[in-house]
Structure formats: structure tokens, C-alpha cells
């Protein structure tokens, strides 16, 4: 069980450093700019670690599936401690001796991880986070730029995307690692959990784009939108289930994706808005 206490500590402390950055700033765009990094490294792992398969944890945290324990484990660096650092380092404009100094963190700590054997490297190496850790905090100063001085155009929809990838993301695997409420066998992986977790992944990031897409149109009435958008998502989960992709395992789980679809149009429409707004007070 001491693998646990190594990813909860690192749970901990990117929790504290969170709340901190929030009481100090108090402002959305902080949270934005959260989310936008946390969409943007899901992209990353979606790539790297769930088809490419650059590496394993072992957080030993979920204890029925090996790859959902590992996917667990990705979700506490690629959610919690690098968008977190990268929030971080943006909105206090902390200059590249802190970025190099927090990717030096970064590699001690997958460091020792690898020493514990509580996470094990496949073609990854420790190189690659500490070359590719800078570039990242770079980008979250521009995102962080885009969001305080955004266009209405391909930057504002990007950061939109992103920060509606992570909701999604999140709201949709969670469910699937603890309550194994469904999983989908698209037959690309022999594993049955690295198969799930990978369509899954795609599966959210088209979602993703359906509802960045119908915030955009302007529906009259408005309340057509969420009637599109239940149904729609309702008939692509029967259409999966039909020809095999996925399996759904628990009574409540189709209603729950609906309604989560429902509750992420009304969000995403009102993320939309207050991106709009800052655009408005702060026009670039």
C-alpha cells in the first residue's frame, strides 16, 4: 500500500497549491486557465500514454484493474500536479529560472517514482519530461495571455475547447475507473482496460467539439439545443451498443451520460459567455 501514499501526498500538495493560487488571485480566469492546461495534457496522455503507451503507474488504488489503476495514476499527474505548477507559474509571471527550476521537480520526482517501482517507463525517459516540461509552462503563459486578452475568433474557441475537454473528460472516465459503469471493446488493444480508456478518449474529445459547436449556434428557441443534445448523445450511446463498442453494465448509466451532456451544454454556454466578457473588458 506504500505506492498510495507517494500519489495522495502529491494529491495534497497540488491541492494546497491550488487553493493558494485561488485565495491569492480570485479571479475566473485563474480557474480557466486550470482547466484549459488540464484539457490541453489530457490531449498529450491521450497520445503518449493511452496509444502510444510511453509508460505505466501503479498508484495500487484501484484494485480490479491494472490499466485503470495506471489511467488513475495519470490522472493525478496530468489533472492535479502539472496544471496546477503550470496555473502556477503563469499567473504569478514567474520567469524560466522557476519553469526550469519546477521541471527539475518534476524529474526528481518520476525519479524516485521509477526507484519506488511505482511507475515504470516503456520508450519514455526521464530526458523527454525535463525537455518537454519547459515548453508546456511556456504555454500556459500564452494561453494565460489569450484568456486575460483573447479574440473572438480561433484562440477563444480553442481555450473553449480545452477547458470543455477537461469537464468532459473527467466526468466521463471517473465514473468508468471506480463504478465500472460501462466499457467500450472497439477491438484496438488486447487489453480490454487500455481499449475502454482509449476510446474513451476519443469518444471526448468529439463530444467535446458537438458541444462547443451547439453553444455557438444561435437556437431560437433555446431550449431546442438541450433536446438535440440528449437526444443526440442517447442515440450515439445506442448506436455503440448495437454494434458491439459499448457495454453498458449498470441501470443508471446511459440516463447519466444524457444528463451530464445536458449539464455540460448549460456550463459550456456559460464558460462561452465569460470568456466573451473578459474579451469585452479587456479587447486585445
Given at each position: ?30 480557474l480557466f486557465l486550470y482547466l484549459t492546461m488540464v484539457g490541453y495534457g489530457y490531449i498529450i496522455e491521450t497520445t503518449i500514454f493511452n ?78 519530461t525535463g525537455l518537454g516540461l519547459p515548453f508546456y509552462f511556456t504555454l500556459a503563459k500564452i494561453f494565460y495571455k489569450w484568456i486575460l ?136
Amino acid at each position: 500500500m506504500h505506492s498510495s501514499y507517494w500519489f495522495f501526498a502529491l494529491l495534497i500538495a497540488s491541492t494546497i497549491l491550488f487553493c493558494f493560487i485561488l485565495f491569492k488571485k480570485r479571479n475566473t480566469q485563474t480557474l480557466f486557465l486550470y482547466l484549459t492546461m488540464v484539457g490541453y495534457g489530457y490531449i498529450i496522455e491521450t497520445t503518449i500514454f493511452n496509444f502510444l503507451g510511453s509508460y505505466d503507474y501503479n498508484p495500487n488504488i484501484i484494485k480490479h484493474h491494472s490499466f485503470y489503476d495506471s489511467e488513475l495514476g495519470a490522472f493525478f499527474s496530468n489533472a492535479l500536479a502539472l496544471p496546477v505548477t503550470a496555473t502556477l507559474i503563469a499567473t504569478f509571471h514567474l520567469n524560466w529560472i522557476w519553469m526550469v527550476f519546477f521541471s527539475g521537480c518534476f524529474v526528481g520526482i518520476e525519479w524516485l517514482f521509477l526507484k519506488l517501482h511505482i511507475y515504470t517507463h516503456h520508450w519514455w525517459r526521464l530526458e523527454y519530461t525535463g525537455l518537454g516540461l519547459p515548453f508546456y509552462f511556456t504555454l500556459a503563459k500564452i494561453f494565460y495571455k489569450w484568456i486575460l486578452l483573447p479574440s473572438r475568433g480561433i484562440r477563444h474557441n480553442l481555450i473553449l475547447y480545452l477547458i470543455t475537454g477537461s469537464i468532459s473528460a473527467s466526468a466521463h472516465i471517473l465514473p468508468m475507473l471506480f463504478f465500472l459503469n460501462r466499457y467500450y471493446r472497439p477491438g484496438w488493444f488486447e487489453n480490454v482496460g487500455r481499449d475502454s480508456i482509449a476510446f474513451s478518449a476519443i469518444y471526448y474529445l468529439c463530444e467535446s467539439l458537438f458541444y462547443c459547436l451547439m453553444v455557438k449556434i444561435n437556437w431560437k428557441p433555446k431550449w431546442i439545443k438541450y433536446i438535440l443534445t440528449g437526444f443526440f448523445i442517447y442515440t450515439v450511446n445506442q448506436v455503440l451498443i448495437k454494434i458491439g463498442v459499448l457495454h453498458s453494465l449498470v441501470p443508471w448509466d446511459q440516463m447519466y451520460y444524457v444528463c451530464l451532456a445536458l449539464i455540460l451544454i448549460l456550463l459550456v454556454g456559460v464558460i462561452d459567455k465569460r470568456l466573451s466578457n473578459i474579451a469585452s473588458k479587456n479587447p486585445s
